[in-house]
């Protein structure tokens, strides 16, 4: 595991988190940098991930202006050799201290919000399960950027709401419709969700992968092995063609899945 910020993105990482003091001001607790930038490193197309804490809940104003601005230290993937796509959640500490499920997110950032975000369309406050995945990630593998580290930060989340969130998430795709335009993704994040499933640990995509191509059966190794050799930069994204093989290979995946989770 990285314990410092990857020398290519150090820069990008100061220019987002000076935004994010502006904005936040008095209110910030933490900014914890987790995901690949800190586990497993930065693969071609990799968002920055970052984690922010708030003292109390977020304006609108506040949400807006902190949205838009985010936007002038952000590309789309692949758009920029001196920039990356950046994820940011911003979370109020008291709603996630004690742990309770489903947890509340005041900001989720992102580059599939930008067309929203130049509309005018902010979203508001929400519940969201996939803090409990969040948190699990950031207390196993992350860099305190402001604050205590995560581990000392943030309370355990229960196994049960682990693997309850990671249940849940499997009622996303229930049609070719729900992954046609982000094959690749959809792959490798079923093999982190089995990954998880099988272990309670959180690994990235790539290493999901490699675990879960020595157990698979052999008639779904290649959709899975196309998927992380372009996920690594390896080759082309060329899913999108194999339509019947991902959608085999998603059902079985879920079916799989399923029966681990049955617990």
């Not at 693969?43 to 949400?63: A, F, G, N, Q, Y």
């Amino acid at each position: 595991m990285i314990k410092s910020v990857p020398i290519e993105i150090t820069e990008q990482v100061s220019m987002a988190c000076a935004l994010i003091k502006y904005h936040l001001a008095s209110t910030l607790l933490a900014i914890h940098l987790y995901g690949s930038a800190i586990d497993g490193g930065l693969k071609p197309h990799s968002d920055i991930d970052l984690l922010v804490t708030v003292s109390e809940h977020l304006d609108d104003e506040v949400r807006k202006d902190l949205l838009l601005d985010l936007l002038s230290v952000s590309v789309p993937p692949g758009k920029d050799k001196s920039l990356r796509a950046l994820e940011v959640t911003v979370i109020a500490y008291n709603e996630v201290v004690p742990w309770r499920y489903p947890a509340r997110r005041e900001i989720q950032f992102g580059e599939w919000l930008r067309k929203d975000i130049l509309a005018g369309v902010f979203e508001s406050a929400i519940m969201d399960n996939d803090l409990t995945i969040l948190l699990t990630q950031a207390r196993q593998h992350s860099l305190a950027l402001v604050g205590p580290s995560a581990e000392e930060f943030f309370e355990p989340v229960p196994e049960h709401d682990f693997y309850r969130v990671l249940s849940d998430s499997l009622n996303i795709w229930k049609t070719c419709e729900d992954w046609v335009g982000d094959e690749r993704n959809r792959i490798l994040t079923l093999a982190r969700i089995w990954y998880s499933a099988a272990t309670g640990n959180i690994v990235p995509k790539d290493v999901a992968a490699d675990w879960l191509l020595e157990r698979l059966p052999i008639e779904y190794q290649q959709i899975l092995y196309e998927a992380r050799q372009a996920y690594l930069g390896l080759s082309e994204d060329n899913n999108a063609t194999y339509k019947e093989q991902t959608e085999a290979f998603i059902i079985f995946s879920k079916s799989a899945i399923a029966d681990l989770l049955i617990r």
